[in-house]
T-cell receptor
């Protein structure tokens, strides 16, 4: 079945450092790929998405490129802020029911 | 503003008790979903519904039940058969009966359920 694997956390960074969170997937067909962010005590918010190979999603300084050849969708940000401290989830959707398959989540902690 | 409202934010269950988590949306979305979140495990799908009066089991439906009598509402009942109900529960919705997998789901702020 479909699955998503993302790097374990926590990832601890200093402010203004470069962030990468690795995400790889296994899927039949051609999935849409998403990154969601969860702040403490809250639900998930969409961060960015990509719906076909070589698409680049971007939002709030975060970027991720849909790489079909490596089945990856790594999240990057060039200069993180303390306010970026959160849990980040990679997810995919392939079926007509709109169901999402999530990775385990990666906690990011940014220190001043 | 349109959105998804989950209530209560915190809920406590006694042994042998059923509890119901509320999920209401005013986004006019057809499809709705319930997920369970446990530490380090990501989100797992409990139930989903594409239209009123119809719903399907997800990956971990045992010990849970749902109803979809109105488009706006998709309550989840955690029954006494669910032996490990302590978790964070998230409700989500999607337009167009979920048939376009390109669209992102919208999430509520969750309900945290604990056992007394």
């Amino acid at each position: 079945g479909d699955s998503v694997t993302q790097m374990e956390g926590p990832v601890t960074l200093s402010e203004e450092a470069f962030l990468t969170i690795n995400c790889t997937y296994t899927a039949t067909g051609y999935p849409s790929l998403f990154w969601y962010v969860q702040y403490p005590g809250e639900g998930l918010q969409l961060l960015l998405k990509a719906t076909k190979a070589d698409d680049k999603g971007s939002n709030k300084g975060f970027e991720a490129t849909y790489r079909k050849e490596t089945t990856s969708f790594h999240l990057e940000k060039g200069s993180v802020q303390v306010s970026d401290s959160a849990v980040y989830f990679c997810a995919l959707s392939t079926d007509s029911w709109g169901k999402l398959q999530f990775g385990a989540g990666t906690q990011v902690v940014v220190t001043p | 503003d349109g959105g998804i409202t989950q209530s209560p934010k915190y809920l406590f269950r006694k042994e042998g008790q059923n509890v119901t988590l509320s999920c209401e949306q005013n986004l006019n979305h057809d499809a709705m979903y319930w997920y369970r979140q446990d530490p380090g495990q990501g989100l797992r799908l409990i139930y989903y519904s594409q239209i009123v009066n119809d719903f399907q089991k997800g990956d971990i439906a045992e010990g849970y039940s749902v109803s979809r009598e109105k488009k706006e509402s998709f309550p989840l009942t955690v029954t006494s058969a669910q032996k490990n109900p302590t978790a964070f529960y998230l409700c989500a919705s999607l337009p167009g009966q979920g048939k376009n997998s390109n669209q992102p789901q919208h999430f509520g702020d969750g309900t945290r359920l604990s056992i007394l």
